[in-house]
């Protein structure tokens, strides 16, 4: 069974810290994506990664960073967490065409208080 | 700027009837579209999808419709059963790597 494993389901922090978000897949995809998700707003796509070290802003960057030394490993990093982090964040795959479509991990339900 | 929109936040449909979900969009430069369907404290999973050059999808209980000239789609579900309770997203590819989500409608399937 194929999967997308982010490594915290729930994580509480405090303003300020430095948060790391952690996404895994077995799928040998090439592509992977962080996005997160808000009421009224749906998915919005935070960066995305199409190869190993390669990464691009999608739309809403900002106080947001990622790393991908490995092809299964994609990282999100928080700089200096604020309230307005607060968020469902969901790691995604995929192979290089999406016409197949994306993974989804199961989603990290992140508060920054 | 939102190029994808769910214009209905929620839906609520008998069991038995038939559940039609809307989606509109900006770009016509999108060749591919896909829904998505999520329960709480869970990701997303794929629903179906369909390519530009056509005009219906069907799998089972799910009919997909594009309408290239309105910029249009939506997603029938017949009959509706109560495990269909969810929010579904739908999305439509950007390049070849890209997928743009819309916002959500959230069904609720009652007894």
């Known amino acids: 069974d194929v999967k997308v494993t982010q490594s915290s389901r729930y994580l509480v922090k405090r303003t300020g810290e430095k948060v790391f978000l952690e996404c895994v897949q077995d799928m040998d995809h090439e592509n992977m994506f962080w996005y997160r998700q808000d009421p009224g707003l749906g998915l919005r796509l935070i960066y995305f990664?199409?190869?190993?070290?390669?990464?691009e802003k999608g739309d809403i960057p900002e106080g947001y960073s990622v790393s991908r030394e490995k092809k299964e490993r994609f990282s999100l990093i928080l700089e200096s967490a604020s309230t307005n982090q607060t968020s469902m964040y969901l790691c995604a795959s995929s192979f290089q065409n999406v016409a197949r479509g994306y993974t989804f991990g199961s989603g990290t339900r992140l508060t920054v208080v | 700027d939102q190029q994808v929109k769910q214009n209905s936040p929620s839906l609520s449909v008998q069991e038995g009837r038939i559940s039609i979900l809307n989606c509109d969009y900006t770009?016509?430069?999108?060749?591919?579209f896909l829904w998505y369907k999520k329960y709480p404290a869970e990701g997303p999973t794929f629903l179906i999808s369909?390519?530009?050059?056509?005009d219906k999808n069907e799998d089972g209980r799910f009919t997909v419709f594009l309408n290239k000239s309105a910029k249009h789609l939506s997603l029938h579900i017949v009959p509706s059963q109560p495990g269909d309770s969810a929010v579904y997203f739908c999305a439509a590819r950007q390049g070849a790597q890209k997928l743009v989500f819309g916002q959500g409608t959230r069904l609720t399937i009652n007894p």
């Open positions: 369909i390519s530009s050059i056509k």
């Open positions: 990664s199409y190869d190993v070290k390669m990464k």
């Open positions: 770009n016509s430069m999108f060749d591919y």
